[in-house]
């Protein structure tokens, strides 16, 4: 298998260097400052374990490859936000023998939220859904720090919306020899709800910084009752904290990573590098607009999907905003009793 990795940022970067390492063929592809990087310097990847360079095929564009190859897997590693031009763009890319991409070959939502696998499965005929447990960071262009450790990550993989199949356990097997533990599961959906009343907490450390302490810790978990209580409304159900805990266990510990920088959550990392644009539409909007669906208020989701969008619009700072002032957005859009 080849593995094509369509955006390789903080996890398609830390996945595509950790197969590069274990023998495996990867192509990244990336665009603007980061693109020029790699290109010109490769891949910076430090780990606990060292730091290496790759020097890997990267591209912007699907044309630049030419037609496809029979064997190739498509990693969809983009923020959802780009999640529907990635498909687009790829899906009607010939594949060597005959055919397109969304005709033939396997396409792997690699991703945080749950709508990706909806956008892909309109046009690829085999989606796959990925719970991504993998802490990195991507920060300066051609450069990515990934702590975890003696697992780089954990990712639990199934065919969407739900089964298992002989080609998830075959990119399963070629995850296993690269230091990432691939469970395959055949209701991967629910771990990636799972996942996704984690995430909530996205845009309070973005928007509040990193040590928000007491009061950010209990604005995270009115927003994730908020969840819970959205998705037992809509009968979807979502791997609980212990059950996550258990399946992590030893295998993933964050550990040292000399010379990189301190890193934060997806969302953060959006707004440190000033791209304009946050995932919090699939994060806690997805939480809105279940509720909006399902009779559930939200208010405490609303505020912070609102705030991130802000922020990310407005290139601010990440962190730059008191916790105490998240909260009482939060609160004015709470309905009084």
Not at 43 to 57: A, C
Not at 59 to 67: T, W
Request: with cysteine; glycine share 12%; proline share 5%.
């Amino acid at each position: 298998m080849r593995y094509v990795m369509i955006g390789a940022g903080a996890v398609g970067a830390a996945v595509g260097g950790r197969l590069a390492e274990a023998g495996q063929e990867v192509v990244l592809v990336a665009r603007g400052a980061h693109y020029e990087a790699l290109r010109a310097q490769g891949l910076r990847l430090s780990t606990p374990d060292g730091v290496r360079t790759h020097r890997l095929p990267v591209v912007q564009h699907p044309d630049e490859l030419g037609e496809l190859r029979a064997d190739d897997v498509l990693f969809l590693a983009v923020k959802t936000q780009d999640s529907e031009a990635a498909v687009e763009a790829w899906g009607s890319c010939r594949v060597v023998g005959g055919g397109t991409a969304a005709e033939r070959l396997p396409l792997v939502c690699a991703q945080n939220g749950v709508e990706s696998e909806r956008i892909a499965l309109r046009r690829f005929r085999q989606v796959y859904g990925m719970c991504v447990w993998l802490p990195a960071t991507f920060v300066e262009p051609g450069v990515v720090s990934a702590a975890g450790a003696p697992y780089t990550g954990i990712l639990h993989l199934g065919r969407y919306p739900q089964g298992v199949d002989g080609t998830a356990h075959r990119i399963a097997a070629g995850l296993e020899t690269a230091k990432l533990r691939a469970p395959v599961v055949p209701d991967v959906m629910r771990w990636k709800y799972g996942k996704l009343l984690a995430n909530l907490a996205n845009a309070v450390e973005a928007v509040g910084g990193q040590a928000t302490g007491s009061a950010g810790a209990a604005l995270v978990q009115r927003a994730r009752a908020e969840g819970e209580a959205v998705l037992a409304a809509a009968g979807i159900a979502a791997v609980g904290s212990q059950e996550q805990q258990e399946a992590r266990g030893d295998l993933m510990r964050l550990e040292p990573v000399e010379g990189a920088p301190q890193g934060g959550s997806s969302s953060w990392q959006s707004l440190a590098r000033g791209t304009g644009r946050i995932e919090a539409d699939y994060l806690n909007g997805e939480i809105v607009l279940l509720g909006r669906m399902h009779g559930v208020r939200t208010p405490v989701n609303e505020a912070l999907q609102h705030a991130a969008n802000a922020f990310a619009r407005e290139q601010r700072r990440p962190g730059s905003m008191p916790v105490s002032e998240l909260t009482a957005l939060a609160d004015q859009m709470t309905p009084q009793e």
